[in-house]
């Protein structure tokens, strides 16, 4: 059992890592190019337009596993910058102020800048015997 789970721990984590991608993505998908339809300013603010690119292309690089860590990074703060923005003010609760979305990403996307792509990410493909 010990090797099976040391096995496929690494390989869990990219599908961790390139499931929160695609996901993250959508929400910049559906700031900037309004798909899928999702209810919403159609003209955004500055704020929501850097949001939604780092969304879709921060997403992306997620997703295929490219630059893991300092994206994960970045995104992780852009999550509680928007928790604390959006969210908090609220209400104290995340359950009410509806802040669990980006509370969930803030702490995946930290998880990944520590932990990197694993096993099928383009930054292991690219340097396979770095610590990635």
């Not at 337009?49 to 860590?69: D, K, Q, S």
């Amino acid at each position: 059992m010990e090797t099976f789970i040391a096995t496929w721990t690494p390989r869990l984590l990219s599908v961790l890592r390139i499931m929160s991608g695609l996901l993250f993505m959508e929400h910049g998908t559906a700031k900037l190019l309004h798909f899928p339809q999702a209810q919403g300013p159609t003209e955004l603010p500055p704020l929501l337009l850097v949001a939604g690119v780092l969304e879709l292309a921060g997403g992306a690089l997620v997703a295929t596993g490219l630059f893991t860590r300092i994206v994960a990074f970045v995104l992780s703060g852009e999550m509680a910058i928007a928790y604390f923005m959006a969210h908090a003010p609220n209400s104290f609760f995340p359950l009410v102020n509806h802040g669990e979305g980006a509370i969930l990403y803030c702490f995946i996307f930290l998880y990944l800048a520590f932990a990197g792509g694993g096993e099928w990410s383009l930054d292991r493909a690219l340097r396979p015997n770095a610590k990635i």
